[in-house]
């Protein structure tokens, strides 16, 4: 799917690089692909409808009532967070408008021999997301560099996580969570379903005016050559997309790709 809805196999989904040991279904909201022209901007095919299981059925009316309301859960708590920048409660709302980007996995780590990591280090993408874990332990918070802590299960909790949005908006004083899954042991399997909140895709993320108190701890957001955040959400999420599946990338957004350079006479490979 050129919105990169559906099933992934273990293996199917990199992280810097690295396969990430799961499957799972990515479902976002459920919409029209977009009319798009030569002159619209590639990340346009982001939005469209989801691939759901037919033998399934009634994964989709549970899955899409779910995702309605963690949609009101989070912005009721994103309001909270603008409070504590002591921005007014509807600071960020011209950001996520009326079709935010709204995502959940539903995923399985299978405890298998070779399996090297879960999910790899990464921060995510939108303003929020939230985690509900099995008791299956895994899931690690990096606090400094390459210092991890574990994430442990709690019946009844939700992990919270700041994401990418946050940390470009508040100038870098949130500081969007680094965390990796450690896969289970062998013949153990991890279940989990994530739900993330983002902005529309024509958003363009601001700094906005922090209180001196809060700008003199902001250290600005934080730059990585190789991955670096982008204020142009739609440009944002795309980028993130494209890394972590190089074979949607290939089939839908080749015209994107570095094009390959030309076997010279005499060349292996």
Do not use: C
Not at 36 to 49: A, C, E, F, N
Not at 182 to 210: E, K
Not at 222 to 238: F, Q
């Amino acid at each position: 799917s050129p919105h990169f809805r559906g099933y992934n196999r273990p293996g199917a989904e990199l992280t810097r690089g690295q396969p990430d040991w799961r499957e799972q279904f990515d479902i976002g909201a459920e919409r029209r692909a977009l009319t798009l022209t030569v002159d619209s901007p590639p990340w346009g095919r982001l939005q469209g409808p989801n691939q759901w299981p037919a033998a399934l059925p009634e994964l989709r009316p549970v899955l899409l009532a779910w995702q309605q309301a963690m949609t009101r859960m989070s912005r009721t708590l994103l309001g909270a967070f603008a409070e504590v920048l002591e921005l007014p409660p509807a600071a960020f709302d011209a950001l996520h408008g009326e079709q935010p980007n709204e995502h959940i996995k539903l995923i399985r780590y299978p405890g298998e021999h070779g399996a090297t990591q879960g999910v790899g280090p990464h921060k995510d993408s939108g303003f929020l997301s939230f985690l509900l874990q099995d008791s299956q332990p895994g899931l690690q918070v990096e606090v400094v560099p390459d210092h991890w802590i574990d994430a442990p299960p709690r019946p009844g909790t939700f992990v919270v996580n700041i994401g990418e949005l946050l940390e470009l908006a508040s100038n870098g004083y949130l500081r969007a969570t680094v965390h990796r899954v450690v896969p289970p042991a062998v013949g153990h399997d991890r279940l989990s379903i994530a739900f993330f909140l983002g902005a529309q895709l024509d958003a363009v993320v601001p700094v906005y005016p922090l209180p001196e108190a809060l700008a003199r701890e902001a250290r600005g957001a934080a730059t990585d050559p190789l991955n670096p955040l982008l204020r142009e959400v739609g440009w944002n999420y795309l980028k993130g997309r494209l890394r972590s599946h190089p074979d949607v990338a290939q089939r839908h957004y080749a015209d994107l790709l570095p094009a390959p350079q030309a076997l010279a006479v005499g060349d292996t490979y």
